[in-house]
Structure formats: C-alpha cells, structure tokens
C-alpha cells in the first residue's frame, strides 16, 4: 500500500506564495512519477505539474513559470512552490504517485487565494 499526505495548503493573497509538500511512505518503490493535480468546485480534476523518477518535470500550460515542482529522495517527499498566485488558483490540491497497481492519492490540501 502506499500514503500520501499533502501538507501546506491555506490562504494566500493574490500574488503571494505558498508551498505545499506530499509524504510519501508504504510501498513506493518503482513508481513512475508523483504530481500535483488540482479541482476547483464544479470542476473536474487537472494536472497541475509531474515529475517522473528521473526527475523529469512536466506543467500544466498555465502554471508553467508560476509554479515549481521538486522531490526530496531522501524524506520521499514532492513539493510544490506555487508563486504569483491567483485567484483562479483556488482549488483543492491532490499529490498522487503513479506506479503498478496505482495511482495513488492523498486526501487534498485547500487552497484559497483571495484579497
């Protein structure tokens, strides 16, 4: 089995920064790639931006220049530094993990972006 647990999520002013982490622990060995995707209300759920156990990285059109994803191999652990936030980036954040007999994903993280 395999956990995700996102973490870092809240309320952010337009503009403003926030980075969001995924813990993952259970059985994560030879996945193909972990990632971000978003869903806000009434929505369906979007990728928000990937990176594959080699470390290639992939963005979502819009998020690209505005957000970063990175890994931590040693504390197994995907964030996401999300900068020039924007109201539109109100959604729920879910980190999922790809791999045999996956995907895999956490619970969500809020974020809310307003004045």
């Known amino acids: 089995q395999v956990q995700l647990v996102e973490s870092g999520g809240g309320l952010a002013q337009p503009g403003g920064s926030l980075r969001l982490s995924c813990a993952a622990s259970g059985s994560i060995f030879s996945f193909t790639y972990m990632g971000w995707y978003r869903q806000a209300p009434g929505k369906q759920r979007e990728l928000v931006a990937t990176?594959?156990?080699?470390?290639?990285?992939n963005y979502a059109d819009s998020m690209a220049g505005r957000f970063t994803i990175s890994r931590d191999n040693a504390k197994n652990t995907v964030y996401l530094q999300m900068n020039s936030l924007k109201p539109e980036d109100t959604a729920v954040y879910y980190c999922?993990?790809?791999?045999?007999?996956?995907?895999?994903w956490g619970q969500g993280t809020q974020v809310t972006v307003s004045s």
């Open positions: 990176i594959t156990s080699g470390g290639r990285t």
């Open positions: 999922k993990l790809q791999r045999v007999g996956g995907p895999y």
